[in-house]
T-cell receptor
């Protein structure tokens, strides 16, 4: 059983298009994240939702909009795609424990986005 | 602000050699968590270990061991008797209490040659 799943795994699209990446976790976690990994493998947080509430919103262009319909899903919509958006996007989830301390994050397989 | 430095960009070893990956972190928080993740060529990110700032015990898991030293702000990772399957990018990460995000180091690419 896949713990954190993302679709699609690969996404090739033209500049200017709008696209979405979906993420689902079946771990019962209450917090989900989006990370971007660039061509040099550097990983950076983009967004995080806790119980469907946005708690992290790093300096990301507003062309990127996360949506969390429920605790198990966090989707990422990107408008007007640009060449620089080409990267691998990882979804992750974690559970905040009784002391309100977030635990380790479990990552999805990644979505490789290529903008032509 | 938090910062994680993995000074080694790439390490290449021959099978059965030991390899140690360095990780140095910076934070003003007294409660924090350190992590190691592995990213094999297939691309997924695999959680390896979490260490709390108040627990300086070193840990061994099979051929993997971790050395946490608060005095030097380091959390180093050693692979003993490396195998080809250990070839991957290894990331060290830091999270402070009351902050949800992970701050990752730049990663160290380990190549184990047969």
């Amino acid at each position: 059983d896949t713990a954190v799943s993302q679709t699609p795994k690969y996404l090739v699209t033209q500049m200017g298009n709008d696209k979405s990446i979906k993420c689902e976790q079946n771990l019962g976690h209450d917090t989900m994240y989006w990370y971007k990994q660039d061509s040099k493998k550097f990983l950076k947080i983009m967004f995080s939702y806790n119980n469907k509430e946005l708690i992290i919103n790093e300096t990301v262009p507003n062309r990127f909009s996360p949506k969390s319909p429920d605790k198990a899903h966090l989707n990422l919509h990107i408008n007007s795609l640009e060449l620089g958006d080409s990267a691998v996007y990882f979804c992750a989830s974690s559970q905040v424990d009784r002391l309100s301390l977030p635990n380790e994050q479990f990552f999805g397989p990644g979505t490789r986005l290529t903008v032509l | 602000a938090q910062k994680v430095t993995q000074a080694q960009t790439e390490i290449s070893v021959v099978e059965k050699e030991d390899v140690t990956l360095d990780c140095v972190y910076e934070t003003r928080d007294t409660t924090y968590y350190l992590f190691w993740y592995k990213q094999p060529p297939s691309g997924e990110l695999v959680f390896l270990i979490r260490r709390n700032s108040f627990d300086e015990q070193n840990e061994i898991s099979g051929r993997y061991s971790w050395n946490f030293q608060k005095s030097t702000s380091s959390f180093n990772f050693t692979i003993t008797a490396s195998q080809v399957v250990d070839s991957a990018v290894y990331f060290c990460a830091l999270k402070v209490a009351n902050d949800y995000k992970l701050s990752f180091g730049a990663g160290t690419t380990v190549t184990v040659r047969a």
